[in-house]
């Protein structure tokens, strides 16, 4: 195990560092020692995605009392007399017994519409010494005064007056505020982190006094113009005050107040900080059978939960036409009982604002999810412990992707990126689904994203070129398939020398200048190739090394650049293969009238140095050595011994799966030690009964020769020459006569001594 962990080590160790960068780089991003608007930008549109891809439910709780089209074609424009909407009033709620009614408008101005304030002016000017004038329009207060109609309306009712906040320069305050939710003396001491506001347009005084209560429906749009939180609670001077749909919430609970909760735990929380921060917690509501907590965010806000697309075919709430509602169209079963919420989807009323789900959503339909919101006690929030939730997934992510992927494949890569990817997507949904938990993924995604193109850039850039390098270095001297196999792994290969194991193969033409002087030039052109062609084919069909050609010669050698345990046995079969070789393309030459090709094959097997030599000028991936120069000299003297195949005893010990004939000890020029020699008949079981039984006829021959036991000798080698004519044979038949004629010294070893290359 510490052997492969080293070897990955020293394989992937840079692509592991650039993971290593790349995850501090996140994590300095999470912790804020990075600038990253952008970051935030797209974790804002995840969470923006979030709440696109969830299926709106209608929400029969909550009615939208819509001063639509419709109802202005029938109405009359906006605004409305006061008397019109004091009936409205009064239908939603004596008539339908709504539990709350929120007005998301200002009614700021007095209403003159009835001609009431003219006729005052008259009384008190004009006519004014015409007593009985006045008291015949004191006697028409009543019906005439249409704000004091729509007191009367709301007095004793859950009706919730909407106003606006302002700190636009030259702004004033207009208008009357409700009671405030609480005053800064409430606080003892302690700052809130809080929206604060100069100046407001509140409604007429009378109007305000006789609703239940009122709220501010300020909008606090992010960066990029959409609404994704609204705050809960305002200050205006030294008072607090709370929010449209905190205050109609409230009201259709039968809440009577809010108040901020505290964290007190001093030893988390210094005073300073008590003092400075708040350390504000949530808004709790005075609601029955326990209080209702209201978790908020920066600036005393909440995220609005976002339950559709917004408008009549949003799906989430029911938009009513207020002159149904007015005139008592709409089913008591559709209505009755139902939080309504006065506004406007007219585009030239202004009340259409950006928001993730849409672009152009109802004002009016912001505070209807946020009251749902309230009343179902289900809110999305930014936990405190967002930003080390985000730090662990990017460690984690480091540490997967960053050493699995330099190890894998690119398919496997992908499929490991997307896992990934998709499962902090899923997890992270999951979250904020049944959780509640708004969570950051952008880091995250960005850090999956980030190590999968450097692995794969690291793959095509860096990678292709040591890949390109070693089919440059080696595509001329092995087969396509081993450069390949080395490419997967470029820095395990490389030109430079080293003494390794080998097995090195000289093969040659017998009769070459013969065969060169009967065939026209361009004959013997496409005779060596197709002979050259052939023979490299085997060569690099059995993994092997093709050095280079001399002439009519070849030389190739197994075992490197690629390691092959077996390549002495690999050198055997394609020397094998090589003879068979010979016979095909001898049947291809007689149909030519070319003449017969015959080939002399020499295999050795030692220690050698491999790897790049030769001059400034010119080099070669090639091998030197004493076992090379041995196997050049094997196969010189093939031709000897009447044979194709020549190999010295250590590639014979190499490659035991093989029948081999021994044919001598010889010495050859350059080597005082003799070396046994052998012939490879056949891949062992694959030599016939008759052919064993020859064979060891031929090594009982042999030790007879070497025992100078004469007549014994030539008695089985004659036998066997008459049986299958063999150069072979013939040879130690001549030597035996020769012996005979010259016995050997007395001190002779049996070995033959060459004196020429």
Known sequence: MLR????????????????????????????????????????????????????????????????????????????????????????????????????????AEPDTSSGYSRLEQLAHGELKDVPQFGRQLQGLKSEMDYDARLAAALQGQPVVMGYNLSNEAGAIAKGQLPDPAFTVADLGGRRLDVTRWRAYGANLPQLQQAARSGGFFNPLPDDDGLI????????????????????????????????????????????????????????????????????????????????????????????????????????????????????????????????????????????????????DGDFKQRPEFAVGYDLVQVLLIGLVLGVLLPMLGPLWSIVLTVAVGGGLGAFNFWLYDAGGLVLPLATALLLVAALFISN??????????????????????????????????????????????????????????????????????EYINAYLTAMSEDIRGNRGTLDKYIGDAVMAFWGAPLDLPDHAARAVTTALQMQQT????????????????????????????????????????????????????????????????????ATRDAAPGFVYRELDRVRVKGKNEPVPIFEPLAAEGELDADAGADLAQWHTALALVRAQQWDEAQRIIDELHRKSPHGLYWLYLERIAHFRSAPPPPDWDGVTTFDTK
Not at 296 to 325: I, K, N, S
Not at 456 to 461: D, N, P
């Open 228 to 375: 994704r939180a609204v705050p809960l609670v305002a200050q205006v001077g030294e008072n607090f005050y709370e929010s449209l749909a905190l205050a109609t919430a409230r009201v259709a609970l039968r809440g009577r107040q809010i108040k901020p909760v505290f964290l007190h735990d001093d030893a988390l929380l210094s005073q300073q900080q008590l003092r400075d921060y708040g350390a504000l917690e949530a808004i709790a509501m005075d609601v029955k059978p326990e209080p209702l907590f209201i978790p908020v965010e920066r600036h005393l806000t909440t995220l609005v939960t976002y339950r559709g697309h917004g408008g009549p075919a949003g799906g989430a709430f029911r938009y009513v036409p207020a002159v149904d509602v007015l005139k008592g169209r709409v089913p008591h079963q559709d209505l009755d009982g139902r939080v309504m919420l006065v506004g406007t989807t007219v585009p030239g009323l202004n009340d259409l604002r950006a928001t993730p789900v849409s672009p152009v959503y109802p004002g009016v339909e912001v505070h209807a999810n946020l009251i749902a919101s309230i009343i």
């Open 456 to 525: 794969l850039g690291w793959g095509y850039l860096f990678e292709y070129r040591n890949r390109r390098a070693i089919v440059n270095l080696f595509g001329e001297y092995v087969a396509p398939e081993l450069v390949a196999e080395m490419a997967a792994n470029p820095a395990s290969y490389n030109m430079e020398g080293e003494i390794r194991e080998l097995t090195v193969m000289f093969s040659d033409v017998r009769g070459f200048t013969t065969i060169s002087e009967s065939l026209q030039p361009n004959e013997l052109r």
């Open 4 to 107: 492969r962990l080293r070897q990955a080590g020293a394989k992937y160790w840079a692509r592991w560092l650039l993971a290593l960068v790349l995850t501090a780089v996140a994590a300095a991003q999470v912790t804020a020692y990075l600038p990253g608007q952008w970051v935030g930008r797209l974790d804002l549109f995840f969470y923006d995605l979030r709440m696109r891809v969830v299926k709106p439910v209608l929400d029969p709780r909550i009615v939208i009392v819509d001063i639509d089209e419709k109802s202005i074609a029938e109405v009359g424009r906006w605004p409305w007399s006061r008397d019109v909407v004091a009936q409205l009033v009064r239908q939603m709620t004596q008539g339908y017994l709504s539990p709350a009614v929120g007005f998301d408008v200002v009614f």
């Open 582 to 649: 010979t016979v095909l393309l001898n049947q291809q030459f007689a149909l030519r009238n070319w003449p017969p090709l015959k080939i002399g094959i020499g295999l050795n097997t030692g220690s050698m140095r491999v790897g790049d030599m030769g001059s400034k000028i010119r080099r070669a991936y090639t091998v030197m050595g004493d076992a090379v120069n041995l196997s050049s000299r094997l196969e010189s003297i093939t031709k000897v011994y009447g044979v194709g195949v020549l190999v010295g005893q």
